[in-house]
C-alpha cells in the first residue's frame, strides 16, 4: 500500500528556514512526480511547488519563488522542501503528493493531479 510520510515541520520564526521531508513507500517512486501543498487554517489546500521525476522540470507558487526549494533523491524515495526566509503567511499544514500521471513530463498544479497524500506536517512561523 502507498504511503507518504512527511516530516521536519515544527515552531519558526520569521526569517527562519525549515526543511521538510516527505518519504514514500509502496510505488515506484521514481515514474511519478510529486508535489507540495499546503493548507492554512480557513483555506483551500494550495500547491507550492512540484518536481518531475527527473528533478529536470520544476515549479513554484509565485510567493515562494527564491525563498522555497524543492527537490528529491530517488534512491532514498524522498522529496524535499527547503523553506529559507519564511513569513508568518507560510504557516500551514504542508503536505506532499504523488501526481497520478505515471510517465508526466510537465509539472501540474492542479490539486485534481495528485493522487496519494501524506498526511501533513505543522509548520508554524511566529512574527
Known amino acids: 500500500q502507498v504511503q507518504l510520510v512527511e516530516s521536519g515541520g515544527g515552531l519558526v520564526q520569521a526569517g527562519g528556514s525549515v526543511r521538510l521531508s516527505c518519504v514514500a513507500s509502496g510505488l515506484t517512486f521514481s515514474n511519478l512526480a510529486m508535489g507540495w501543498f499546503r493548507q492554512a487554517p480557513g483555506k483551500e489546500r494550495e500547491f507550492v511547488a512540484a518536481?518531475?521525476?527527473?528533478?529536470?522540470?520544476?515549479r513554484y507558487l509565485d510567493s515562494v519563488k527564491g525563498r522555497f526549494t524543492i527537490s528529491r533523491d530517488n534512491f532514498k524515495n524522498t522529496v524535499y522542501l527547503q523553506m529559507n526566509s519564511l513569513k508568518p503567511e507560510d504557516a500551514a499544514v504542508y503536505y506532499c503528493a504523488t501526481d497520478r500521471r505515471t510517465y508526466a513530463t510537465d509539472i501540474s498544479i492542479d490539486i485534481r493531479d495528485y493522487l496519494h497524500w501524506g498526511q501533513g506536517t505543522q509548520v508554524t512561523v511566529s512574527s
Open positions: 518536481i518531475t521525476r527527473s528533478g529536470r522540470f520544476i
